[in-house]
């Protein structure tokens, strides 16, 4: 069993897990598992021990852009700047969490959000079309900072939609000492705005696997966020180690229905090497191994691959065919329907990018292509690209000026 924290904090916790450190700190854990309930359902830290740790960083930055299921809305949460260390060290002016809330329309015509969420504070993969891998890896984050984009977002929503959020700059929790702004009441019954969580934002999420899976237990704890496994997805560049890591995982109790999405991004090892380095370490042979291992082993069978269809990189009839072949194992089958859904993603140009976006005629065929070859695929609608909002496009302009050091991939952090 995990030592326990000394400070526990509801955020990035399950309810149990929280108890239980609360129980060795002489609470009784009934008390701490009404206290955490009361925290994440009515927004209420009042019963929570006085040395539980609840810190939310303050939203410092808010940016708009409406499409036609709403408006995307990227928002920026400022850690404190840390006073020693290599971080400090490296004059950072301040650290910032970017994560998305993209608005959609469901099949039922409901409306909805997900929320993307970063894992760390840039990224040490390099892929050549991200603005993120242009920072290097700052830091990973910590569970409960991955929690508290999902706190920050719920707020915001709420704000929008009348109810008792408050301004964008404070994060209100009643009975908690925050920094910023006036906390709100709370609310007997808040409504709980974000249906899907994808970690899409900042970061691999395999080179934080640790925190990572700490968070999504907490987002799915159902006293806590209550958001269900089956609408959290973890997305990776094919991290291999993390996906044979994943594959014991989807087999636990409560984790079946976690989603999985692969970013492939290029029809074979050469392209794939060239935009895409991690691919140097585990080709795209061993990471289809581990993909098909892990589809043997999950309830809904069911796994998505996302490609950045990139103009003069990987967009042509021929890389179409190279990738209908790479992904034959996971296309439709007489027994067990579709397995893969292929996501074509227009390339949202970085800062600086080499690369234009892609025409509407170049992703019409390439999608046409793909699916004459029987794969499951559709087209990602692109929003927030006028914010630098959209996939592939977070990142801080400064921290890159720096020309930050990036870090091993070994998925330690500072
Ligand atoms: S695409 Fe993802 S893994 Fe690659 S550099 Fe960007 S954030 Fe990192």
Known sequence: MDTPPENPTPLGMTRDGFANACAQRGLSAQNARLA?????????????????????????????????????TKFVQRLDRPETGR??????????????????????????????????????????FCETAQMGLVRSLSAAEIVGQWWAARELLLCESGGTGVSPVCIPVAGAQMTGGTPAPPDQNPP????????????????????????????????????????????????????RRLVEVVQREGWKRLGIAISVNAPNDEVRNEIMPLNKKWGMEELREVIEDLVRVRASRKVLFEYVLIPGVNDSDEHARELGAWLRPFIRTETQGHIGLLNVI??????????????????????????????????????GRTQMAACGQLGTAEIRRRNFTPMTTNGSSS
């Open 346 to 383: 227009p390339y949202n140009p970085r800062r600086d990018s080499p690369w234009p976006a892609p025409s509407e005629g170049d992703v019409s065929r390439f999608i046409g292509a793909m699916s004459a070859q029987g794969v499951y695929v559709k087209r990602r609608r692109t929003k």
């Open 36 to 72: 955490y309930a009361r925290f994440f359902r009515q927004r209420d830290a009042s019963l929570l021990p006085a040395f539980a740790r609840v810190e939310i960083a303050p939203v410092v930055k808010q940016l708009d852009e409406p499409c036609d299921e709403g408006i995307t």
């Open 87 to 128: 971080l400090a060290e490296q004059g950072l002016p301040h650290l910032d969490i970017e994560s998305v809330i993209i608005p959609m329309i469901g099949r039922t015509g409901r409306k909805g959000h997900t929320l993307c969420v970063s894992s760390q504070i840039g990224c040490a993969m390099g892929c050549g």
């Open 192 to 243: 709980a705005p974000i249906d899907n969580i994808v970690f899409m934002g900042m970061g691999e999420p395999l080179d934080n696997l640790d925190e990572v899976l700490k968070a999504i237990a907490c987002l799915a704890d159902h006293s806590g966020p209550c958001v269900p496994m089956s609408s959290i997805t973890v997305s990776t560049v094919g991290r291999v180690d993390g996906l």
